[in-house]
């Protein structure tokens, strides 16, 4: 192989850091020790909250916990899918969702909430304070607890936590974390409706409610936040964009803002509330685009350089490189195939580059068994082309 695309591989397997392990467990790292404090704060507190609900409000505990864990269950996989190229390792992914479920929730977010709320009733009324509160209060108190786990992430992983899809896809379990406590305080409220009479009636509905109003909502916002401060800070995997990062922090702050304040700023008028919910849900998903867009480039140009050598020897073709790099690259090689037959074919070859890819970076270059088994399933795949 040549030795300037084996140069370019290692390259891009010391800047990505892709195949690199999580240690959590770092006594010589104080953020360590503030990451376990305020998690434990977090969870704390939120037992002081959930417990008075224990006895009587039994059923409705039941319904909140199932609400919770089938929305997690469903956003996880998702958002494990579509982290396309070398996974973040499972434990780093856990300590994301932890701090959002914990300490952004119960240790910073719902005291900072409650506060501000209080100084802006006494500073504007009470009135003022229950139509603006919402909307006033939680875009900048949650997003910036959630966007201090990104910040936490990089000093317990700075070699992991370097691109902007890094912190696209942690940002989203750290969200799905908030999202969870959230859907779980929110079930409670509606089951314990009522003096918790009619505690699980009524149970499919809050599922399905909230799994579709998790669409727009704590895990995008989060994704944004903390891509935008990976484009701020900047990394040795991505140069810094400040302009972008500013766009991406402002972007949920004022999607958030809106989507809480929907109701006050139609001046209750319902027509002019759906047009307010739609406005801001197609501003949401077309920010989530522009971040995929703008942070694209970089990871391709990652995948490229570790499978260059891999074209070379014959094991992959350029064109299936090139579809390994993005979804709409995928999308045109697979359309490209000719009969339905074909393109079926053709899908899994782009999925056996993917893997080699991972296990390239799995072993840092080396032909590990990994890496020679992967090979002979992409040759495996072509051949029935």
């Not at 959590?24 to 969870?43: D, E, H, K, S, Y």
């Not at 406590?181 to 409220?189: C, N």
């Amino acid at each position: 192989m040549s030795a300037t695309l084996i140069d370019a591989r290692t390259e891009a397997l010391e800047e990505t850091a892709w195949g690199e392990k999580f240690r959590f467990f770092q006594p010589r790292n104080v953020v360590f020790w503030i990451f376990l404090w305020l998690c434990t704060a977090g969870v704390v507190k939120g037992w002081q909250m959930f417990s008075p609900y224990s006895g009587y409000f039994g059923r409705a505990l039941l319904v909140a916990g199932v609400v919770a864990v089938v929305s997690l269950l469903i956003w996880g996989w998702w958002f494990r899918h579509i982290d396309r190229y070398e996974r973040q390792p499972i434990k780093l992914v856990a300590t994301a969702f932890i701090w959002g479920a914990t300490a952004a929730t119960f240790a910073i977010a719902i005291p900072g909430n409650t506060a501000l709320g209080s100084l802006y009733a006494k500073a504007f009324g009470q009135v003022w304070a229950q139509d603006w509160h919402a909307g006033l209060s939680a875009p900048l108190v949650e997003e910036t607890a959630k966007g201090a786990g990104i910040l936490v992430l990089i000093a317990l992983a700075p070699r992991l936590v370097r691109t902007p899809t890094d912190g696209l896809l942690l940002g989203a379990f750290i969200g799905l974390g908030f999202q969870t406590s959230e859907d779980f305080l929110y079930s409670i409220v509606g089951a314990t409706q009522g003096f918790g009479a009619h505690q699980t009636d009524g149970l499919a509905g809050s599922i399905a409610t909230r799994i579709y109003s998790d669409v727009i909502s704590h895990p995008l916002f989060t994704a944004l936040f903390c891509a935008g401060v990976i484009y701020l800070l900047g990394s040795p995997a991505q140069p810094r964009r400040i302009w972008r990062g500013l766009a991406l922090i402002v972007a949920p702050i004022v999607i958030h803002g809106v989507w809480d304040s929907m109701v006050a700023i139609s001046g209750g008028d319902g027509i002019l509330t759906f047009v307010v919910l739609l406005g801001g849900v197609v501003f949401a998903l077309t920010a989530l685009w522009i971040a995929f867009v703008w942070a694209h480039p970089r990871e391709a140009h990652f995948v490229r350089d570790v499978l260059g050598p891999e074209v070379e020897a014959g094991v992959l073709t350029d064109e299936e490189v090139t579809a390994a790099g993005g979804w709409r690259q995928q999308r045109r090689y697979v359309k490209a195939g000719g009969d339905r037959a074909e393109r079926r074919r053709r899908k899994p070859v782009v999925r056996g580059a993917l893997d080699l890819c991972s296990d390239i970076a799995t072993s840092k270059g080396l032909d590990s068994a990994d890496v020679v088994q992967s090979r002979s399933e992409i040759a495996r795949l072509r051949a029935n082309l």
